[in-house]
Protein backbone atom coordinates (compact mmCIF):
# COMPACT_ATOMS: atom_id res chain seq x y z
CA UNK A 1 0.00 0.00 0.00
CA UNK A 2 2.94 2.35 0.21
CA UNK A 3 4.15 3.23 -3.19
CA UNK A 4 5.90 6.16 -5.05
CA UNK A 5 3.74 5.77 -7.96
CA UNK A 6 4.34 7.72 -11.65
CA UNK A 7 1.20 8.59 -13.77
CA UNK A 8 3.39 9.06 -17.35
CA UNK A 9 4.26 6.55 -19.66
CA UNK A 10 8.25 8.72 -19.67
CA UNK A 11 8.34 8.80 -15.66
CA UNK A 12 11.07 10.31 -14.96
CA UNK A 13 13.27 8.77 -12.50
CA UNK A 14 14.94 12.38 -11.18
CA UNK A 15 11.56 12.76 -9.93
CA UNK A 16 11.35 8.93 -8.69
CA UNK A 17 14.84 9.42 -7.00
CA UNK A 18 13.95 12.02 -5.06
CA UNK A 19 10.93 10.89 -3.85
CA UNK A 20 11.83 7.67 -3.22
CA UNK A 21 14.08 9.16 -0.89
CA UNK A 22 11.49 10.49 1.81
CA UNK A 23 11.38 9.77 4.99
CA UNK A 24 8.02 9.03 5.22
CA UNK A 25 9.13 5.68 3.89
CA UNK A 26 11.25 4.58 6.22
CA UNK A 27 11.02 1.88 7.90
CA UNK A 28 7.92 0.35 5.88
CA UNK A 29 7.38 -2.16 2.88
CA UNK A 30 7.18 0.06 -0.13
CA UNK A 31 7.49 -0.27 -3.71
CA UNK A 32 7.70 1.76 -6.83
CA UNK A 33 5.11 1.48 -9.59
CA UNK A 34 5.06 3.03 -13.46
CA UNK A 35 3.29 2.45 -16.47
CA UNK A 36 4.44 0.52 -19.44
CA UNK A 37 8.03 -0.79 -19.24
CA UNK A 38 10.73 1.32 -17.88
CA UNK A 39 14.33 2.33 -19.01
CA UNK A 40 17.64 1.68 -16.95
CA UNK A 41 17.47 4.50 -14.74
CA UNK A 42 14.18 4.07 -13.59
CA UNK A 43 15.43 0.53 -12.83
CA UNK A 44 18.56 1.64 -11.38
CA UNK A 45 17.05 4.13 -8.87
CA UNK A 46 14.80 1.15 -7.34
CA UNK A 47 17.80 -1.04 -6.82
CA UNK A 48 19.93 1.80 -5.25
CA UNK A 49 16.84 1.10 -3.05
CA UNK A 50 16.93 -2.73 -3.06
CA UNK A 51 13.99 -2.68 -4.82
CA UNK A 52 15.00 -5.46 -7.20
CA UNK A 53 11.89 -8.11 -7.56
CA UNK A 54 10.12 -6.73 -10.56
CA UNK A 55 6.44 -7.71 -11.67
CA UNK A 56 4.10 -6.39 -14.09
CA UNK A 57 0.15 -6.36 -13.70
CA UNK A 58 -1.95 -6.16 -17.10
CA UNK A 59 -4.13 -3.23 -16.84
CA UNK A 60 -7.05 -4.23 -18.30
CA UNK A 61 -10.01 -1.74 -20.36
CA UNK A 62 -13.80 -1.95 -21.15
CA UNK A 63 -14.10 0.31 -23.68
CA UNK A 64 -17.85 1.85 -24.19
CA UNK A 65 -18.49 0.19 -27.69
CA UNK A 66 -18.70 -2.78 -25.40
CA UNK A 67 -22.02 -1.87 -24.31
CA UNK A 68 -23.12 -2.64 -20.60
CA UNK A 69 -23.19 -6.79 -20.06
CA UNK A 70 -26.63 -8.31 -19.71
CA UNK A 71 -28.11 -9.40 -16.68
CA UNK A 72 -27.74 -12.62 -15.54
CA UNK A 73 -29.67 -14.86 -12.97
CA UNK A 74 -27.29 -16.65 -11.04
CA UNK A 75 -29.01 -20.04 -9.51
CA UNK A 76 -26.51 -19.51 -6.29
CA UNK A 77 -24.53 -16.61 -5.90
CA UNK A 78 -25.74 -12.88 -4.78
CA UNK A 79 -23.71 -9.82 -5.37
CA UNK A 80 -24.66 -7.02 -2.76
CA UNK A 81 -23.31 -3.95 -1.38
CA UNK A 82 -22.38 -3.26 2.37
CA UNK A 83 -22.32 -0.82 4.61
CA UNK A 84 -19.48 -0.05 7.15
CA UNK A 85 -20.93 -2.67 9.84
CA UNK A 86 -20.35 -5.39 7.47
CA UNK A 87 -16.83 -3.71 6.46
CA UNK A 88 -14.54 -6.30 9.17
CA UNK A 89 -16.05 -9.06 7.66
CA UNK A 90 -15.24 -7.93 4.19
CA UNK A 91 -11.43 -7.09 4.81
CA UNK A 92 -11.44 -10.65 5.60
CA UNK A 93 -13.43 -12.82 3.21
CA UNK A 94 -10.86 -10.28 0.85
CA UNK A 95 -7.72 -11.45 2.55
CA UNK A 96 -8.56 -14.99 2.63
CA UNK A 97 -9.74 -14.93 -1.30
CA UNK A 98 -6.42 -13.12 -1.59
CA UNK A 99 -4.25 -15.76 0.45
CA UNK A 100 -2.65 -12.94 2.80
CA UNK A 101 -2.41 -12.60 6.72
CA UNK A 102 -6.04 -10.44 7.99
CA UNK A 103 -3.98 -7.72 9.08
CA UNK A 104 -3.31 -7.11 5.30
CA UNK A 105 -6.14 -5.36 4.52
CA UNK A 106 -7.22 -4.00 7.93
CA UNK A 107 -7.51 -0.73 6.27
CA UNK A 108 -10.54 -2.09 4.38
CA UNK A 109 -12.43 -2.67 7.97
CA UNK A 110 -12.79 1.03 8.73
CA UNK A 111 -16.29 1.70 8.89
CA UNK A 112 -16.20 5.26 7.69
CA UNK A 113 -15.30 3.81 4.10
CA UNK A 114 -18.45 2.72 3.08
CA UNK A 115 -19.37 6.60 3.76
CA UNK A 116 -17.32 7.83 0.80
CA UNK A 117 -18.23 8.71 -2.43
CA UNK A 118 -17.71 7.08 -5.17
CA UNK A 119 -16.85 3.95 -3.51
CA UNK A 120 -18.86 0.89 -2.68
CA UNK A 121 -17.93 -2.44 -1.54
CA UNK A 122 -19.53 -5.54 -2.48
CA UNK A 123 -20.07 -9.87 -0.90
CA UNK A 124 -20.79 -12.64 -2.75
CA UNK A 125 -22.75 -15.31 -1.36
CA UNK A 126 -23.35 -18.86 -2.18
CA UNK A 127 -25.85 -21.36 -0.79
CA UNK A 128 -25.85 -19.25 2.42
CA UNK A 129 -21.65 -18.36 2.77
CA UNK A 130 -19.58 -15.78 2.08
CA UNK A 131 -17.19 -16.49 -1.04
CA UNK A 132 -16.24 -13.44 -2.02
CA UNK A 133 -15.31 -10.04 -2.47
CA UNK A 134 -15.07 -6.99 -5.37
CA UNK A 135 -15.01 -3.06 -4.44
CA UNK A 136 -16.18 -0.16 -7.55
CA UNK A 137 -15.21 2.91 -7.39
CA UNK A 138 -16.49 5.59 -9.56
CA UNK A 139 -15.48 8.80 -10.77
CA UNK A 140 -17.67 10.52 -13.64
CA UNK A 141 -18.62 7.64 -16.11
CA UNK A 142 -15.13 5.80 -15.50
CA UNK A 143 -15.84 2.90 -13.04
CA UNK A 144 -12.56 1.16 -11.61
CA UNK A 145 -13.12 -2.42 -10.45
CA UNK A 146 -11.09 -4.07 -7.40
CA UNK A 147 -10.61 -6.38 -4.77
CA UNK A 148 -12.31 -9.14 -6.75
CA UNK A 149 -11.69 -12.20 -4.45
CA UNK A 150 -13.20 -15.76 -4.36
CA UNK A 151 -12.12 -18.08 -1.32
CA UNK A 152 -9.81 -20.57 -2.37
CA UNK A 153 -12.45 -23.54 -1.84
CA UNK A 154 -15.11 -21.73 -4.33
CA UNK A 155 -12.83 -21.07 -7.03
CA UNK A 156 -13.42 -22.24 -10.81
CA UNK A 157 -17.12 -21.99 -9.96
CA UNK A 158 -17.70 -18.70 -12.10
CA UNK A 159 -17.89 -16.45 -9.25
CA UNK A 160 -15.21 -14.13 -9.96
CA UNK A 161 -16.75 -14.01 -13.54
CA UNK A 162 -20.02 -13.32 -11.91
CA UNK A 163 -18.68 -10.47 -9.15
CA UNK A 164 -16.91 -8.80 -12.13
CA UNK A 165 -20.33 -8.63 -14.30
CA UNK A 166 -22.72 -7.48 -11.45
CA UNK A 167 -20.45 -4.86 -10.55
CA UNK A 168 -19.95 -3.35 -14.22
CA UNK A 169 -23.76 -4.09 -14.78
CA UNK A 170 -24.84 -2.00 -12.18
CA UNK A 171 -22.78 0.72 -12.24
CA UNK A 172 -23.17 1.24 -16.37
CA UNK A 173 -26.61 1.19 -15.48
CA UNK A 174 -25.78 4.41 -13.16
CA UNK A 175 -24.25 5.98 -15.96
CA UNK A 176 -20.72 4.53 -16.13
CA UNK A 177 -19.56 3.99 -19.66
CA UNK A 178 -15.97 2.89 -19.53
CA UNK A 179 -14.33 0.53 -16.85
CA UNK A 180 -10.76 -0.63 -16.19
CA UNK A 181 -8.73 -3.34 -13.99
CA UNK A 182 -5.72 -4.85 -12.99
CA UNK A 183 -5.30 -8.53 -13.35
CA UNK A 184 -3.48 -10.90 -11.40
CA UNK A 185 -2.26 -14.06 -14.14
CA UNK A 186 -5.33 -16.40 -12.79
CA UNK A 187 -7.71 -13.39 -13.83
CA UNK A 188 -6.23 -12.36 -16.67
CA UNK A 189 -9.33 -15.29 -18.97
CA UNK A 190 -11.85 -14.22 -16.71
CA UNK A 191 -11.85 -10.37 -17.42
CA UNK A 192 -11.67 -10.89 -20.83
CA UNK A 193 -15.20 -12.73 -20.92
CA UNK A 194 -16.70 -10.03 -19.89
CA UNK A 195 -15.50 -7.40 -22.13
CA UNK A 196 -12.16 -6.20 -20.55
CA UNK A 197 -8.75 -6.43 -23.51
CA UNK A 198 -5.30 -5.38 -21.94
CA UNK A 199 -4.06 -2.29 -23.22
CA UNK A 200 -1.23 -1.32 -21.02
CA UNK A 201 0.74 -2.81 -17.94
CA UNK A 202 1.71 -1.56 -14.70
CA UNK A 203 5.49 -2.22 -13.53
CA UNK A 204 6.40 -2.74 -9.70
CA UNK A 205 9.63 -3.11 -7.93
CA UNK A 206 9.70 -3.96 -4.63
CA UNK A 207 12.10 -6.07 -2.10
CA UNK A 208 12.44 -9.22 -2.42
CA UNK A 209 10.30 -11.41 -0.49
Do not use: C
Amino acid sequence: MNAVISPNLDPDPEVIRALASSEDLQGLAWSIQVRDVPGQHVRDVAAQHGLTRTTTTPLMIRRPEAGAPPRQEHDVLRVRPVGGDELGLYAQIMAEGFDVPHETFELFADPTLAKKEGFTFYLAEADGELVGTGMAAVDGNLLGVFNIAVLPQRRRQGHGRAITTEIVRTHYAAGATTAYLYASTMGQPVYASVGFHTEEVLTTFSAPA
